[in-house]
Structure formats: structure tokens, C-alpha cells
């Protein structure tokens, strides 16, 4: 009997191809896609090297997979990961992307596997895109106009239900809507976007458990058909971040939290630490222990980040702190609704937002999660000290879309900075 049970057990395959990664807001999705066959194979967690170390996506990797015996193409176990590093995201300040967007509004037909589902109205998914406030105004709105979509089609895809669909798995309901798609509209169609969007039909969010979908970094993404998935502005605007690489936003120390971004739980554009990742904005002065003398304030007047790329931020790295208390870069930037930012929450509106990420990451912008987290908000005419830091920052009053902040390190106390009034 035991060695009976024992021949089933599946044995272990080498498999090598590209990680990729799927934000669904309530888990990771981790798939290996085999190089020559574009076979995806679903794996168990995010491998780790042989040192242990997690590979971050987009890598080339090699491991071995024991495979599942209900579902061959998924992984109970993996081991043996083996890596050629991918670089992460680098600055593309002032190189513009031109997206072309394929969205596919996927409904199931009845067949002897399962009945069919509606999906949204196409006539309504493309005028969230098109409309005078709407998805594709949002993007160039928050990138400064150097990520813009040069085409949005929203076409209907229905196709056959089965089993599969029916349980949500995102690979074989982007499979069957292009497949869907090359027959109605032709290969050379499909093939002519950089960029594929997926709205899964009505009555599947308890069972997909995600609104919103993507790959990160990637090309597609995947939405519910309601108001907190395909109609949400900040759903959308979130996803398509992470298919350029971006991760969620955080505050006291968790997911999400930060509401002043589209990588959290707001409706408006990214965050300092964000669009510098991007490469969207720039600094006004990048401070150190070499920039900012201590026990000397400095002088800088920050612009509302909606209305300039050029210099809307103070970035800071702390060095003057100890090897064993630097572990975090800050970022300063005024939010102010408008433009891009015309839903704001008033909570951020005319402050001063102040982020903390990881500094490893920060510096040299690996492929890896650098954890933006909201430090707090500096209201208008007033002072800020940050002892972990040894920062203190006092702001002006608002003028227009702009606020003057003077900013000094001590060594021991915020009292041997000088007045600086």
C-alpha cells in the first residue's frame, strides 16, 4: 500500500522561463511562464534563490517544480530557483511612453460546462476611458503628459464558459478573450497593442477575490465590471501603475493605508517617492549630509505637485545618521487639488506630505518593493520635528499653488537649529 501511494506522487520537473507577479490586493499571484512553449505554470509562493533571498519578477528563472495532480499546470512545491538578476525601474524623466489599449469586456456564453454571464456595458467601459475626466485625461494628467495612451479600444469578447473561466483563473480568461478576439478582428489587431485590459463578467468577484488585477511589472491587467473595479478611478489608475513596476503605498505600517495615492486606497495621482520611481518628476534639491549643514536652516519653495514635474519635491537621505539608524530616505511634497489631483482628499489638500522609503531600495532602484510609507502631513504655517531623523522642518504660508518650507539637521537637539525666522 505504501509503495503504491508512493507512484503517485508526481515527480518533480525543471521548468525555466520568466517570473511573473499579479497583485490581487487580498494575495500574491506568482506564475512562471516556460520559455519556448509560453506554457504558464501557477506556483505555490514567490521562489527564493539559493540563499534565500526572494527573486523579484521579470527575472529569467530556472527550478524545479513538483507538479500538481489535479492541475498540471500548477506547482505544489518549488525548489532549486536559480536567477539572472532583472534590473528595476530606472528614472525615464522626460521620455515619453505612448500606450496602445486593448480592453476586452469578456462575457460567457452557455455551454454544457456552465450558463452565461454578463458583462458591462462596452458603450460605458470606453467612455471611462475617453470622457473629458476620464481614465485616458488621468494618466497624462498624472505623468505630466509623458505616459499617454495613443489608442483605447473596448471591444466585447464572449466566449464559450467551462469550468476554468467559471473559477476566475486570470491566465486562461486572458488566453480565451484573445483567442476570442484574433477570430473576430484578426491576429495582426491583437498583436498591435502594447497594453491588454480584461473585465471579467458579473458574479465572479467572491470567486476571483480581487477587484482589481495586474501584472507587475507587465502589459496586463484585469477588473471586475462595477463600480469598485472597471468604474473606479483609482482601481484603474492603480493597476495600470503596476504594470509600469509600482507597488501599493503604506501607512503605519500597513498596505494600502496611504490615501493620498492611487497606490493605496485614493483616487488621485502617485505620491513623491512614486513618480520619482516613475520618472515623472524631479527634485528641487537632493539633501545629504555634503547639501545640509548642520544647525542651518535652508530655504526651498515647493510648487503643488499637479502643476509641475520640474522640481515639485525635496528628496533626503539621511546619512548623517548612524550605518544602523539610515535606513530610510524622505520625501517632501506639497499636495493641492487640481489638475490630476482634482480628487484629493481634503486631508492632504494644501500640506506638505512626507514619506518615508526604504533607502537601499530608494538608492540604487531595484526591482523589489521600496515600501513608500506616509510619514504624516506639515499643515500650512507650521513646524514639523522628526528626531528619528534629526530633521526639522518649518513651513510657510500657502501662496498660490506653492509653500516655502526651511529645513535643518541637528546633532542632538531640534534647539541648536537657528531661528529662522
Avoid at 545629504?288 to 519653495?301: A, C, M, R, V
Wanted: proline content about 5%; glycine content about 8%.
Amino acid at each position: 500500500m505504501v509503495v503504491g501511494a508512493s507512484e503517485r506522487v508526481p515527480k518533480r520537473i525543471s521548468l525555466q522561463g520568466k517570473l511573473k507577479y499579479k497583485d490581487a490586493r487580498v494575495r500574491d499571484i506568482w506564475t512562471l511562464v516556460q520559455s519556448g512553449t509560453g506554457v504558464v505554470y501557477k506556483l505555490p509562493a514567490q521562489p527564493l534563490d539559493l540563499t534565500g533571498y526572494p527573486i523579484p519578477a521579470t527575472n529569467i528563472v530556472t527550478l524545479d517544480c513538483t507538479p500538481d495532480s489535479e492541475m498540471g499546470t500548477g506547482c505544489t512545491n518549488i525548489s532549486r530557483a536559480q536567477v539572472s538578476p532583472a534590473a528595476g525601474p530606472v528614472a525615464r524623466v522626460n521620455i515619453d511612453i505612448t500606450l496602445r489599449l486593448l480592453v476586452m469586456v469578456v462575457s460567457y456564453t452557455a455551454s454544457s460546462s456552465c450558463g452565461d454571464r454578463a458583462s458591462a456595458d462596452v458603450a460605458d467601459v470606453r467612455d471611462a476611458y475617453t470622457n473629458e475626466l476620464g481614465y485616458m485625461n488621468f494618466l497624462r494628467n498624472c505623468s505630466y503628459g509623458q505616459a499617454t495612451y495613443s489608442n483605447v479600444t473596448v471591444i466585447s469578447t464572449p466566449v464559450p464558459c467551462t469550468r476554468s473561466l467559471e473559477l476566475c483563473d486570470e491566465e486562461n480568461i486572458a488566453f480565451t478573450a484573445r483567442m476570442s478576439a484574433t477570430i473576430m478582428y484578426g491576429s495582426a489587431f491583437v498583436s498591435s497593442y502594447s497594453r491588454y485590459t480584461y473585465v471579467v463578467p458579473y458574479g465572479l468577484l467572491s470567486t476571483c477575490g480581487w477587484v482589481g488585477l495586474a501584472e507587475l511589472p507587465g502589459t496586463q491587467t484585469w477588473y471586475t465590471p462595477d463600480g469598485d473595479g472597471i468604474f473606479n478611478k483609482g482601481t484603474v489608475l492603480q493597476e495600470s501603475l503596476h504594470n509600469f513596476g509600482l507597488y501599493h503605498a503604506w501607512r503605519n505600517g500597513t498596505e494600502y493605508q496611504d490615501n493620498s495615492t492611487s497606490m493605496g486606497w485614493g483616487n488621485s495621482c502617485p505620491s513623491a517617492p512614486e513618480l520619482w520611481r516613475l520618472g515623472w518628476a524631479s527634485p528641487l534639491a537632493q539633501l545629504n549630509s555634503s547639501t545640509l549643514p548642520p544647525k542651518t536652516f535652508k530655504t526651498y519653495t515647493l510648487p503643488a505637485t499637479y502643476a509641475t514635474s520640474q522640481g515639485n519635491m525635496l528628496r533626503i537621505q539621511p546619512d548623517w545618521l548612524s550605518k544602523r539608524n539610515y535606513t530610510k530616505n524622505l520625501y517632501l511634497a506639497l499636495r493641492m487639488q487640481g489638475g490630476g489631483d482634482r480628487d484629493l482628499l481634503d486631508e492632504f489638500d494644501g500640506k506638505v506630505s512626507v514619506h518615508e522609503v526604504n533607502k537601499t531600495i530608494d538608492n540604487v532602484m531595484t526591482a523589489v518593493d521600496p515600501r513608500f510609507s506616509l510619514y504624516g502631513t506639515i499643515n500650512a504655517s507650521t513646524s514639523l520635528d522628526m528626531p528619528s531623523y534629526k530633521l526639522r522642518v518649518i513651513s510657510s504660508a500657502l501662496v498660490s499653488s506653492a509653500i516655502t518650507v526651511q529645513i535643518c539637521r541637528y546633532e542632538r537637539l531640534p534647539k541648536e537649529c537657528v531661528d529662522a525666522s
